[in-house]
């Protein structure tokens, strides 16, 4: 979303939860992982400060050094309330789609973060998902206002939130938004951005 | 602190709760209310755009629209994670410290409101802080890696965090932050910041 806003022409490369090798070169083990000609560049805050400083001239990512701390403070709000809220309610249906080879690594290492086994961890998903909505009220209340996160129109700290929702919408079939809510209509907006770039992403509902 | 910050001389007035006939001229009943020369204008939010508008030369308190955007999700993070965090562990001392006249309204509309006796909504206040901790985590981590919400300096999203912190300490003894907090140290800086206007402020610490 981020190169696509800079309107940089990109190659994205499919990969696997333990394919390592694939990405050794960056110096270390997780995705993303961005190429820009000699500059390689992992984890992607630092890969939005690359683009924003690479290529001011483009549209704004973070609308000024104010608005890339603020982003700051939303990506850490994502990290601490919506990417573990949404896992607690997929993780089943993330492990049921990884390849084989990945699937005890998977299993392994989350059940012991958790505690529980992937089953009992999304057993009371039905209940949970109500919950986990609640938790998104200053989103929903920032969203019945206005109709990006950052303001008129989308820039990084929309796309932080967004990731974690498309993630869910890949993996799982479970309905993480209810259909009429503030949130799920500006998913839809970005869905459509940059000529409907997220929305051909596979996904099980739009 | 957003007059100070945009360097606006004033004189602030104090007011208690049920005074509703000092501040009649503003078309509502609650604070806070500025007057600057013919306009009056009520809210937090409203009073730092029209200070924003109207002294556009001096120090910004939003860093632009995206910041001002980006601030609007601070202020719903504010009153749906942080007042009503805090309101749950002193709202037994605010209660202790209203004139006599407004304990009564006080007392009624807030035990309609949790459903439960003023005494019975703290009880267990010396745990409840500890999970209200917890949910400040996004704000914590923001604080780790920068020295105000809004980046080097302050801004407007700083004052709407830092107001809920200035409310406890004013109104209860209770330690709604651990004094090893780098979130404590960030209210701290807050409380020095032009010329100690906040530090100023009678309160039960520092």
Redesign the interface.
Known sequence: MALAQKGLAFESIPWRFTDKAAIAFSGQGNVPVLVDGDDVIHDSWEIARHLEAAYPERP?L?????????????A??V???VHPGIARLILLDIHDHLAEGDKAYFRQSREARYGKTLEQIVADRDSGVVEFRKTL???R??LD??S?????SP?F?DYLVFGAFQWARAISPFPVLDTDDPITRWRGRLLDAFDGLAGKAPGYYR
Do not use: K, M
């Open positions: 704004s973070f609308g000024g050094p104010v608005g890339r701390a603020l982003s700051r403070f939303v850490n709000w990290d601490a309330v009220s200053p989103l209340r920032t206002r206005q990006y996160v950052a303001g008129e820039a700290a």
